[in-house]
């Protein structure tokens, strides 16, 4: 792709690869599986990145803004999933633009579009409320695409005319190649989160042309299966085994994500162009029996308790979003879910800021029926009101990775923001 253009000129490629675990990685090389993994390591460093101390800032909403700023938290103070509507700072993106970069960006996890670029391309991420530039059979597609992404517990089922939308256009997007990979791990606890990220990529790959001069593609599938099966890996040791009700002991869905995108890193090698994979964090074995539950249907819980409210806006997986039209209420409704409590636990965790409340269903022991507590004196079954998502797998790890296939000067370990810095000196030489 992009012949036309010499080695120096041609477009600048990065895979975030959100929390891959490239430990992982390496024993499954060593065990015989994903070739293009290992042409990406044979050929050059794998560069550690670090990221924060904290654990409770070890979220990819937190840490992918780092990237993009160049910032620590503490200054860059992003610590919500949609946080990022006023901004007193410029992203990466921001300052390729004003560079006259052509950008072609895919689902970069919470980021705003601030484009200028009429030749750039902006497909936002599932999760925030941004502006999409792209073709109209594009943006049709992501639409569907970002409801089945949110509908994997409690977030209601495609209608037929999303299924069909769906099935049209992986005919159109999808490679024969693809199918046949897909086939094989069909029955696999991973086969959804690898068909979508497959479908996304094919929107990234469909969409390259010779007038891009950079372009960035996020994929999160591997991150939400190691977050709910990292245990079924057949190259993770741990004494803690997933219940047969939960997942076949003989499905590695680890392994079978992780193929998906060595299949995806083939044509980044074909594209013949310099690219980086980029992890943000990654994860590791998670120690703990811990259940993951979301709410089944957020404003019929905080109607039924009495709260009010003028919007509830559901997030990633346990998170969601309350806004309130004045001070008053948002006091009294932290106030009133801060003190539910079941079994001696919180239920929730929140943060509170100038009306509106960021809220995680923390509870993470399994939930029974007639699970009931008092919730602002009214008594309900939690058990009615929630949706089981997974038993946690995989925690957070500050540990993150950057490989490429191109020499670089960086050091073997480095800050994760400092990743910044290196892209946009990367991206802007290239065009000098």
Not at 43 to 68: A, D, G, H, K
Not at 217 to 226: D, E, K, T, W
Request: hydrophobic share 40%.
């Amino acid at each position: 792709m992009n012949k036309s253009k010499t080695n120096t000129e041609q477009m600048k490629n990065v895979l975030a690869l959100n929390e891959l675990n490239f430990d992982l990685i390496k024993k499954y090389i060593k065990a015989g599986y994903l070739p293009n993994f290992k042409r990406l390591l044979k050929n050059e460093r794998l560069i550690i990145t670090e990221s924060e101390n904290e654990y409770r800032l070890l979220e990819p909403w937190i840490q992918w803004v780092s990237v993009y700023s160049g910032l620590k938290y503490h200054s860059h103070k992003v610590f919500r999933l949609g946080d990022i509507n006023e901004l007193n700072f410029k992203l990466i993106f921001d300052e390729l633009d004003e560079s006259s970069i052509n950008q072609l960006l895919v689902s970069p996890f919470n980021c705003p579009n601030n484009l200028k670029n009429s030749n750039s391309v902006f497909i936002s991420d599932p999760w925030t409320n941004t502006k999409s530039t792209a073709s109209k059979r594009h943006l049709k597609l992501i639409k569907v695409l970002i409801k089945a992404i949110n509908n994997n517990a409690g977030g209601g089922r495609l209608k037929l005319q999303d299924l069909l939308t769906l099935g049209i256009n992986s005919i159109r997007e999808l490679k024969l190649t693809d199918f046949k990979l897909l086939l094989k791990i069909y029955k696999s606890k991973s086969f959804k989160a690898a068909f979508l990220d497959l479908l996304i990529f094919r929107v990234y790959y469909n969409s390259k042309s010779a007038k891009f001069d950079f372009g960035w593609l996020f994929l999160n599938g591997a991150a939400h299966i190691q977050h709910h099966y990292y245990n079924n890996s057949k190259v993770v040791e741990s004494k803690i085994k997933n219940p047969d009700w939960y997942i076949n002991k003989e499905d590695d869905c680890i392994l079978n994500i992780y193929s998906v995108y060595d299949h995806i890193l083939k044509d980044y090698f074909n594209f013949d162009e310099d690219f980086i994979v980029l992890t943000g964090l990654s994860q590791k074995l998670h120690k703990n029996q811990t259940f993951y539950y979301r709410l089944s249907n957020h404003a019929q819980l905080l109607n039924k308790i009495n709260l009010k409210y003028s919007k509830v806006l559901p997030r990633m997986s346990r998170d969601f979003l309350i806004e309130f039209d004045n001070q008053q209420d948002c006091d009294l409704a932290f106030k009133i879910l801060d003190n539910i409590n079941f079994d001696s636990r919180k239920l929730f965790d929140i943060d509170i800021r100038d009306k509106s409340l960021f809220v995680e269903l923390i509870y993470s022991k399994e939930i029974m029926k007639n699970s009931f507590t008092l919730f602002n004196n009214v008594s309900l079954d939690i058990f009615e009101f929630v949706d089981f998502v997974a038993i946690k797998n995989g925690e957070h790890s500050k540990v993150g990775y950057l490989a490429s296939n191109f020499k670089t000067d960086l050091n073997e370990e480095i800050q994760l923001e400092e990743t910044n810095a290196f892209m946009k000196n990367w991206v802007i030489n290239s065009k000098l």
